[in-house]
């Protein structure tokens, strides 16, 4: 396993990108955890708070994980939850993690 290639303050999530992990992937904390499955579960609908009990991380993971997709990931992410994301993200990089939750993505078929 490689060692990340900078040092993180003990406890703040981060965000790794490795060859040797995942295929490349961003993960979260240099772990196997990628950040899109992460997302995915709070984009579907499930609680912040939920995701982060059934992966045994913490919420301020799951937020990071999701403001990196918002962010970085493809444009469907970047569309949906870009907003929040530019709103979140002044407090996220401060480690102030008491931010909204991101959205929920509205379900195909589904009133509002």
């Not at 240099?30 to 579907?44: D, K, P, S, Y």
């Not at 962010?71 to 469907?76: E, I």
């Amino acid at each position: 396993m490689s060692e990340p290639s900078a040092t993180f303050p003990a406890g703040r999530p981060f965000v790794a990108i490795d060859p040797a992990m995942q295929f490349g992937r961003a993960t979260l904390n240099h772990t196997r955890l990628t950040v899109e499955t992460v997302a995915g579960f709070v984009a579907a609908g499930d609680p912040v708070e939920l995701v982060a009990d059934e992966y045994e991380i913490t919420r301020a993971d799951v937020l990071v994980c999701c403001w990196y997709v918002a962010r970085y990931g493809t444009r469907r992410w970047r569309e949906r939850w870009g907003q929040w994301a530019a709103a979140a993200e002044s407090e996220l990089w401060h480690g102030r993690y008491q931010v909204a939750d991101p959205p929920v993505w509205p379900r195909k078929g589904r009133k509002p």
